[in-house]
Antibody
Framework: EVQLVESGGGVVQPGGSLRLSCVASGFTFSSYSMHWVRQAPGKGLEYVSAIGYNGDTYYADSVKGRFSISRDNSKNTLYLQMGSLRPEDMAVYYC??????????WGQGTLVTV | EIVMTQSPATLSVSPGERVTLSCRASQSVSDNLAWYQQKPGQSPRLLIYGASTRATGIPARFSGSGSGTEFTLTISSLQSEDFALYYCQQYNNWPRTFGQGTKVEIK
């Protein structure tokens, strides 16, 4: 089955750190760019970070210098290392695959509470 | 950053009606525009990409149009399962910005 499964969310104090993971299955993970999108409670979608299949990265200004995206193609896993967390970072974090559009496949999301 | 503006914020519609949602970009995004549907407690689902191409498995009642700065998502005959939030997203420039969403609710 083609799917993305996030994990690693939880409760963290302001200033703390957390690492999110997203495990891909059913497709050739290494061939796809991936991204993280978040959604604060009751709010809309916010683009957070992206990583190309070649390792190029992008960060939204709101997380630049605090978050780090990476991938381990041998484990079919995408990561988001989050540091210096703020209350405004509280959200459901989704990983998504970049296919013909930036989000042709989404995970179920993982909740980060700050 | 390109600002995506969706209108209206909420649409109250009866099943079977035709629905038109709008999305405007603050500058041209060519046809690099996607539409997503999100239901409560679920992750977003890709409906349309390239402004007008339906994603795999999306019913034909969903159609997208537009280019440049003005885009439209049309649902030809609203079904009960279509009541949801709809977001547009441009992927022509970084960051890949989303609109604020349009809620389609039962009238």
């Amino acid at each position: 089955e083609v799917q993305l499964v996030e994990s690693g969310g939880g409760v963290v104090q302001p200033g703390g750190s957390l690492r999110l993971s997203c495990v891909a299955s059913g497709f050739t993970f290494s061939s796809y760019s991936m991204h993280w999108v978040r959604q604060a409670p009751g709010k809309g979608l916010e683009y957070v970070s992206a990583i190309g299949y070649n390792g190029d990265t992008y960060y939204a200004d709101s997380v630049k210098g605090r978050f780090s995206i990476s991938r381990d193609n041998s484990k079919n896993t995408l990561y988001l290392q989050m540091g210096s967390l703020r209350p405004e970072d509280m959200a459901v974090y989704y990983c998504a695959r970049v296919g013909p559009a930036p989000g042709d496949l989404w995970g179920q999301g993982t909740l980060v509470t700050v | 950053e390109i600002v995506m503006t969706q209108s209206p914020a909420t649409l109250s519609v009866s099943p079977g009606e035709r629905v038109t949602l709008s999305c405007r970009a603050s500058q041209s995004v060519s046809d690099n525009l996607a539409w997503y549907q999100q239901k409560p407690g679920q992750s977003p689902r890709l409906l349309i990409y390239g402004a007008s191409t339906r994603a795999t498995g999306i019913p034909a009642r969903f159609s997208g149009s537009g280019s440049g700065t003005e885009f439209t998502l049309t649902i030809s005959s609203l079904q009960s399962e279509d009541f949801a939030l709809y977001y547009c997203q441009q992927y022509n420039n970084w960051p890949r910005t989303f609109g604020q969403g349009t809620k389609v609710e039962i009238k």
